[in-house]
């Protein structure tokens, strides 16, 4: 029997089954849309609690830094634990500049845009008058940046001494010396004195010295002679109040030198002495003899800011140095001298004669030549002013009157004709004396940036090429008597030391001192200046580190600017200062990507939430008080050991290296700058006090009227300027090298 299947068809079940599709669809389309708008403010959320976390943690970050630079003495340590939620630490090397500069003139400004970011140049503007020169300096402020000393082919000693005190942690330094294919190392404690003869093989070649710390490095040849001595705080003239000093055995003189009545401490073998000296003539001078059967280093400190001279072997007549003018340059309108016994030999590089005005006495220096004075001259009374028409240079000599020429015994160096201190790219003398006739004059020619090629002309035609990767130099024999004559044909700036007879003395400087370049202009607007450093802005920090090291870029910079005053083309205008300070960064998500919170110099700054910058805590006291200002910046850096990005939590070790005392003096007017995007965050902060002040409400940017307010007020672009109505500026300005060594937590 055939059975038939019937397909039975229920249309109410097929609707209610398709109904439930339709619904849960309906609930997942719901779903979707909540989670579109709900993800988002989750993620808002956890970002905000990442940004309140990090800022948390870096407020203690940026608490226990200003400290340490404010409070703690090199070795000083802190310890701190960083943790990380979701997002990751890194450090950041763009935008690292920080810069503050000091005008010594009045109604004068001097600002920089773009300094401190790794690279060879930035723009600088000053428009309050004709520019002639700058020079910059190696502050060397982080640990990997080596001092480094040469010193010429000579046969002669080295009298070494510390320059540190209590700003670094190093109680003695490694010294390693480089003698051709020798290379000796010697550990000099903080008060000790290393005495080494040169040269160290039978050969004589150049010597060059590397050093953790700053060092006080006299070269003596036979029986020495005469030099200045840097002062331990000098300030922007050149002069300072405390000296540490290696004096070689035998008779030696110290020579103080100030423009007032001055009171002189000084300590020998813990005995200490004060005595006082009273103005005489146009100044004041204290000498001291001591009588040594070893090098012994004595400290002196002055109740004026003075300069510091050293005779060695006072008897003889051997010694010749350069005479800073009272602005602390080498070519000037006003000097004073005392009446050491000697000559002066003064040099006008100028075409025109120029007249010089000795207490009443007048004497006359033909153009484009040079002078000999017996000193002191009869009639004058103490120390003496000289003054001059123009520009003129000088050296003051032990060496005999009677001697022909213009060339005297001891070490000193050619004065530049473009900048007015020891390095530059125009050189003139006269190169005449019984030296010449003996092989006793010699000179040598070292770099003062990072490359140079120049050429000589007159007594003798030479060129050459100095390279600071290969640490080149020249030493030459010029030859006959004539002019002598030398110029920059290409790159930067050199120095040319004078080495005559076989006896003198001078201090040995750092080769990161005194790079100087012309600027011969005047100008409103912003010029760009050239560093005499490699660009070093797309290495790594690693390669920044080898860069220190070997000094082929600086670690923080003084900038000296030179221009015309109302006598003198060669005036101290304006100091500036920058450093180079990398930012800690915190980097996480929300709703948006590269939210971070930076602590950078003692400040911590966020673009959260919306990605605009703003300041969230700063650990500084750098309003100031009335006209005192005070700022104590601390410059954060890792170790090479340190961990230096990822997502752990990290235990923190900050220690202080050392500090560098850059200011301290009463100033015309002080500005300041922060490179990036959180420049103005914190120049803002800094000027918030300002809207209290009637008078700026009433005449905005109207300083002269701006009588109710002293503290900073914002320039906008990262910039701003310290105000204090009526009144000059007490500025203090120093950097603290910190150490940032992070470990992994339980590593």
């Known amino acids: 029997m055939n059975r038939m299947n019937t397909l039975i068809s229920d249309q109410k079940a097929a609707n209610s089954a398709i109904a439930t ?39 203690d970050l940026s608490e226990y830094e200003s400290q340490l630079a404010q409070r703690g003495l090199p070795g000083s340590s802190s310890e701190m634990q960083i943790e990380p939620v979701l997002g990751k630490l890194e450090w950041d090397l763009k935008d690292t500049g920080i810069w503050f500069s000091s005008s010594w003139k009045d109604n004068s400004e001097l600002r920089l845009r773009n300094a401190g970011n790794f690279d060879n140049q930035f723009d600088i503007r000053y428009p ?53 294919e020798n290379e000796l190392t010697y550990s000099l404690e903080l008060n000790s004195v290393l005495e080494i003869n040169l040269p160290i093989e039978n050969s004589i070649e150049k010597t060059t010295i590397i050093s953790d710390v700053e060092l006080t490095i006299m070269l003596m040849l036979g029986n020495g002679g005469v030099t200045f001595i840097k002062p331990n705080n000098p300030n922007h003239n050149d002069l300072g109040t405390i000296w540490k000093i290696p004096l070689p055995a035998g008779n030696n003189q110290i020579n103080l030198i100030s423009e007032d009545e001055n009171l002189i401490n000084l300590i020998i073998d813990d005995e200490e002495i004060t005595e006082k000296v009273n103005r005489i003539g146009d100044g004041s001078i204290w000498s001291k003899s001591f009588e040594f059967d070893e ?7 002055s109740s004026r800011n003075s300069k510091l001279l050293l005779q060695t072997n006072v008897n003889s007549n051997y010694g010749t140095t350069n005479w800073q003018s009272n602005n602390g340059l080498m070519l000037g309108t006003e000097f004073i001298i005392p009446p050491l016994s000697g ?13 010089i005005d000795i207490q009443g006495a007048g004497f006359s220096v033909p153009g484009d030549g040079m002078y000999k004075l017996e000193w002191p001259i009869p009639g004058t009374n103490g120390v003496t002013k000289v003054s001059s028409q123009s520009d003129i240079s000088i050296k003051w000599t032990q060496d005999n009157i009677e001697n022909n020429g213009f060339l005297s015994s001891g070490i000193s160096y050619l004065v530049p004709k473009d900048t007015g201190q020891l390095s530059g790219q125009k050189f003139s003398t006269m190169w005449t004396g019984d030296y010449t006739e003996n092989d006793e004059a010699h000179i040598y020619i070292t770099l003062a940036g990072s490359k140079a090629s120049f050429n000589f002309s007159g007594v003798f035609n030479a060129s050459g090429n100095l390279e600071s990767t290969s640490g080149n130099s020249y030493y030459l024999n010029p030859g006959d008597n004539g002019k002598l004559n030398s110029n920059v044909t290409s790159g930067q700036a050199i120095k040319i030391m004078q080495i005559i007879g076989d006896s003198g003395i001078t201090e040995i400087r750092d080769k990161g001192f005194q790079r100087c370049l012309p600027l011969k ?6 010029i760009n200046i050239e560093l005499p450093w490699y660009d070093v802005s797309e290495l790594t920090l690693a390669g920044i580190r080898d860069a220190w090291t070997k000094g082929d870029h600086h670690s923080g910079i003084r900038i000296q600017l030179i221009g015309e005053s109302d006598t003198s083309e060669y005036s101290t205008l304006a100091d500036a200062w920058v450093v180079q300070v990398p930012a800690l960064k915190y980097v996480f998500t929300s709703s948006i990507r590269n939210l971070e919170v930076v602590e950078k110099g003692g400040f911590v700054t966020t673009n959260h939430p919306e990605g605009n910058p703003s300041l969230s805590y700063s650990a500084l006291a750098a309003k ?49 700058g922060w490179n990036g995007k959180y420049g103005n965050s914190i120049t803002n902060w800094l000027s918030e006090d300002i809207e209290y002040s009637d008078d ?14 002293t503290g900073w007020v914002d320039r906008s672009n990262g910039e701003a300027v310290y105000h204090s109505p009526n009144k000059n500026i007490d500025f203090t300005l120093t950097f603290t090298a910190i150490s940032f060594d992070a470990k992994e937590e339980g590593g």
């Open 21 to 59: 599709v339709l619904m849960f669809a309906g609930v997942m389309s719901i779903i979707s849309i909540m989670l579109v708008s709900i993800v988002p403010v989750i993620n808002e959320l956890q970002g905000a609690i990442e940004s309140s976390d990090a800022v948390s943690q870096f407020e």
């Open 128 to 180: 309050s008058g004709k520019l002639s020169s700058y020079c910059m300096d190696d502050l060397h402020l982080q640990f990997e940046s080596k001092w480094r000393y040469e010193i010429p082919p000579v046969l002669g000693n080295l009298i070494i001494a510390s320059k540190s005190h209590i700003t670094s942690s190093i109680t003695s330094s490694s010294i390693t010396l480089i003698q051709g």
């Open 295 to 301: 090098p012994k280093l004595i400290t002196l400190e």
């Open 343 to 355: 000559s002066l030999i003064i040099s006008n590089n100028k075409e025109d004669s120029t007249q």
């Open 521 to 526: 202009m005047i100008a409103s607007g912003w």
């Open 624 to 672: 100031g008080n009335e006209n005192l200002l005070g700022v104590h910046i601390p410059v954060m850096m890792p170790t090479t050991s340190s961990i230096t990005s990822g997502s752990s939590n990290v235990n923190v070790q900050l220690k202080v290296i050392q500090t560098t005392f850059c200011t301290n003096e009463n100033t015309k007017e002080v500005r300041m």
């Open 696 to 709: 700026w409400i009433s005449y905005p940017n109207q300083f002269d009227l701006l009588s109710d307010y």
